[in-house]
């Protein structure tokens, strides 16, 4: 077992987390070492809406570069990718923060940041099930399609920003992610006992979380109907 790319990647995760937790959580908030006015400064690079933005076209990239090299990642690849996903990931929480503290927030910001989330989580899963196993991409497909159309019921909500469960369910596609990367690209994970039976009882798992949500939004969207009937 390669035990510094693991601790390398965990040390950088970790490092990656706390900072962009404390930038979120404490510096923005409090405006540490001018912080808020430093996104205040560049409001219109640094906006809420850019920075949900920024996790789209990376999503679709990193997707494109999985389908094709996977097989052929070295460790070095394969750290970048994981400790890019991780950052970009948290950023998901970033802006949300700038949009309250600058007082950004907006039904248009808080469905394009749904949006973005899909269109960067979703190419990546498609592309790491296709070379784990069919049946997982299947399953990540329909988990796809599900989602999308979840995003369209989205639109019809009165109160668009995710519940709970939302939040709860793109964190878990998240490290999902993670886990089908070193799945994918270290042999050492496939050899550990039921690892493949792991995955697909956490891809199920994901799959579950997404239904939940869908559901979350139809009856939301029933009971306003209801109101208004």
Not at 205 to 216: D, E, N, P, Q, V
Request: hydrophobic share 55%; glycine share 6%.
């Amino acid at each position: 077992m390669d035990v510094s790319f693991y601790g390398y990647n965990l040390l950088g995760a970790t490092l990656i987390l706390m900072s962009m937790l404390y930038l979120s959580e404490i510096a923005l908030p409090k405006n540490k070492f001018g912080v808020k006015n430093f996104f205040e400064k560049y409001q219109p690079y640094l906006s809420a809406n850019n920075i949900s933005m920024l996790r789209a076209p990376f999503g679709i990239l990193i997707g494109f570069y999985i389908f094709f090299y996977a097989k052929s990642m070295s460790n070095n690849e394969i750290s970048i990718i994981i400790q890019l996903i991780i950052f970009l990931s948290i950023t998901d929480r970033l802006d949300g923060q700038v949009a309250r503290v600058l007082n950004q927030t907006s039904d248009y910001g808080k469905k394009l940041d749904a949006l973005c989330d899909k269109i960067f989580d979703l190419p990546i899963l498609l592309a790491l099930s296709w070379h784990v196993h069919p049946y997982i991409f299947g399953l990540m497909l329909v988990l796809a399609i599900v989602d999308c159309v979840g995003q369209q019921l989205r639109s019809q909500m009165i109160n668009k920003a995710a519940v709970l469960i939302g939040k709860l369910k793109t964190s878990f596609k998240f490290g999902l992610i993670i886990v089908l990367i070193l799945f994918l690209t270290k042999v050492e994970i496939k050899l550990i006992p039921f690892a493949f039976e792991i995955i697909v009882t956490a891809c199920v798992a994901c799959f579950i979380f997404t239904l939940w949500s869908m559901g979350l939004k139809v009856l939301a969207i029933y009971r306003a109907q209801q109101k208004t009937a």
